[in-house]
C-alpha cells in the first residue's frame, strides 16, 4: 500500500509557546490513534526558530510525526550570513526540507540554480527535500502549464542521481491556486500530475514516475481535502492556512486515513 502523506508548513507564523501547543496536541492525537495513522506519513514544518522545541516534543513521545524546516542553504557551513545549514538542520532531527516554495522563488528571488543545489544538499545530509514547483498563472490551455513544469522539474532534480527520487517528496503548487480560495480543479491537477509522472518516467526510467511520491498543494482545506486525498495519482496534501488551525489539521489527518482505506 503507497502512503499517503499530510503535511503543512507554517510558513512565518507561530511562535515557540504555541508550537509546543500545536504539537503536543497533534503528538497525542496520533498516540491514541495509532492503528488509524499508521500509514500515514504526517509532517509538519515550523520556523526555523520553533523547529527543535517541536522536535523535543516527538523525540520524548517517541512520535512518528515529522519535523522539517521550509528552506536551507546549499552549503553546510561557511561565509553565509543568516543562512540556515541543511547539516545543522540534520543534526536537530529534522526529517524534510521544503525547497523553492513560490513565496521563496518570488519574493527572494530564488532562481532554479538555487533549488537544484539546495535540493542536492538536503539529500546529501540524509534528509528529504519536498521540491515544490508549480506555473504561476493558470492558462487558457494546461499545456502552456506543462511545458513550464518540465523545465520547473527537471532544472530542480539536475544534480540528483535515479537513486535519489526516492527520498524526494514533489509538491505540485500551482501558484495561482497558494493563499487563494479555492484548490486547483480536480481534472487539471489529475492532468499536470499525470505529465510529471510520465515525465520522470521518460527522463528517469524503470517507471519510476509511477512510485514518485507527488503531493498536492494549494488552498487545500476541510471542503477539498478529501476529493484531493482521492485523486489515484496523488499522494497526499500539503496545507497551509486551513493547517494553521490545529483541529482542522487533525479532521485533515482523519481524512487521509479514510481514504487510504480504500484507495
Ligand atoms: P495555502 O498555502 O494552503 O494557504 O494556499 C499552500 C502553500 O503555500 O503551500
Request: with cysteine; charged share 25%; glycine share 6%.
Amino acid at each position: 500500500m503507497k502512503k499517503l502523506y499530510v503535511g503543512t508548513s507554517w510558513k512565518m507564523n507561530k511562535t515557540v509557546t504555541e508550537t509546543h501547543e500545536y504539537i503536543s496536541k497533534i503528538v497525542e492525537f496520533m498516540q491514541k490513534n495509532r492503528e488509524t495513522v499508521k500509514d500515514l506519513d504526517v509532517f509538519i514544518l515550523p520556523t526555523f526558530l520553533a523547529i527543535d522545541a517541536a522536535l523535543q516534543i516527538t523525540k520524548s513521545a517517541n512520535s512518528k510525526l515529522k519535523i522539517g524546516a521550509q528552506d536551507c542553504c546549499w552549503e553546510d557551513s561557511g561565509p553565509f550570513t543568516g543562512e540556515v545549514s541543511p547539516m545543522h538542520l540534520k543534526d536537530l532531527g529534522a526529517a524534510y526540507v521544503e525547497i523553492g516554495h513560490a513565496e521563496r522563488r518570488e519574493i527572494f528571488m530564488e532562481t532554479d540554480e538555487m533549488v537544484s543545489k539546495k535540493v542536492s544538499a538536503v539529500i546529501k545530509n540524509n534528509m528529504k527535500p519536498i521540491l515544490c514547483i508549480g506555473e504561476e498563472e493558470k492558462p487558457a490551455q494546461i499545456n502552456i502549464a506543462l511545458h513550464f513544469l518540465e523545465h520547473q522539474l527537471l532544472d530542480g532534480l539536475s544534480r540528483i542521481n535515479n537513486d535519489d527520487l526516492k527520498n524526494i517528496v514533489i509538491a505540485y503548487e500551482p501558484v495561482w491556486a497558494i493563499g487563494a480560495t479555492a484548490s486547483a480543479p480536480l481534472d487539471y491537477l489529475r492532468e499536470a500530475i499525470d505529465f510529471l509522472r510520465d515525465l520522470l518516467n521518460k527522463k528517469f526510467g524503470n517507471n519510476c514516475g509511477n512510485d514518485q511520491v507527488i503531493i498536492y498543494g494549494g488552498s487545500v482545506n476541510l471542503e477539498s481535502a478529501r476529493d484531493i486525498l482521492t485523486l489515484p495519482n496523488n499522494d497526499g496534501i500539503f496545507v497551509g492556512r486551513s493547517a494553521l488551525n490545529v483541529e482542522y489539521f487533525i479532521s485533515m489527518i482523519k481524512m487521509a486515513a479514510e481514504v487510504q482505506k480504500i484507495k
